[in-house]
């Protein structure tokens, strides 16, 4: 597939943009969205200057962790969401809870607003939280950013998510983007007696020759983290595995 979305003002706007990463999978419903979240503010807390772009067009959610906060424009472009020196852009902050029907050459065009009007000036890393499948964001981004552009692919331990996932990693070494690692989420479950349930199975330690660099715990918490707007260290379980993924990541 020949796709080429190459536009200057992307590139000139997204220049002090070090390093942009694709969190990404072959379906949906394997904890990208809170793992993106996650690791920007992991990577945050690590004195990195850091971004989050929710690119899940149709489904965006990112904007649930920054309810309070609200976007506003000046005459440079229009500035994202500051939250605990993170910057945030979704679609969801201006589409609230409306679908979002767009395709073809509309879904472009946004994809271009997100990254030649929006303010990122100078960040360390770009988080990039991507819509589920192989998809014309996924090929925006590889062609305009393969210079600084890595991936981590989410998974579950689940034998239907492996199988799916395992094309993602294929089309990512076609068109020649970094695979960090693979996030093995929903991975096993840690009882009040200290018991290990793996409720998906065992899971695997490598995916089509890229290494599983994270096995992610179910941690009940993690819901209140939406529904209460607590902190993601508040799912402390959860968080004491994804910081140390966050480590592996910032020295890719």
């Known amino acids: 597939m020949e796709i080429e979305f190459k536009n200057k003002l992307v590139e000139k706007n997204t220049a002090k943009i070090k390093k942009i990463i694709m969190v990404c999978s072959g379906k949906g419903g394997v904890g990208k969205s809170i793992i993106s979240y996650a690791l920007t503010k992991a990577i945050s807390k690590n004195g990195k200057k850091v971004g989050l772009l929710d690119l899940d067009i149709h489904g965006p959610v990112e904007q ?19 939250s605990d020196s993170i910057k945030v852009m979704s679609l969801g902050f201006l589409s609230k809870d409306e679908p979002i029907p767009i395709k073809g050459r509309y879904k472009e065009e946004i994809l271009e607003n997100l990254l030649s009007e929006v303010t990122w000036n100078s960040l360390d890393f770009l988080v990039v939280d991507m819509p589920p499948g192989i998809s014309d964001e996924l090929f925006f981004l590889s062609r305009n950013f393969r210079e600084k552009l890595s991936a981590v692919v989410v998974t579950t331990p689940s034998l239907l998510s492996l199988n799916v996932v395992k094309r993602m990693v294929k ?19 840690v009882c009040k007696h200290g018991e290990v349930i793996r409720p998906f199975g065992e899971g695997v330690e490598e995916l089509e020759g890229e290494k599983v660099i994270g096995k992610l715990p179910i941690d009940p ?28 990541i910032e020295r890719s």
């Open 171 to 189: 089309l990512l070494h076609q068109e020649k983007v970094k695979i960090v690692g693979i996030i093995e989420n929903l991975s096993y479950f």
């Open 64 to 82: 649930l962790f920054f309810r309070k906060r609200s976007l506003f424009g000046n005459k440079e472009g229009l500035e994202p969401v500051y």
């Open 221 to 248: 918490k993690l819901e209140e983290i939406v529904a209460l707007e607590e902190e993601i260290d508040y799912a402390n379980t959860f968080w004491n595995s994804i910081k140390r993924v966050a480590e592996i």
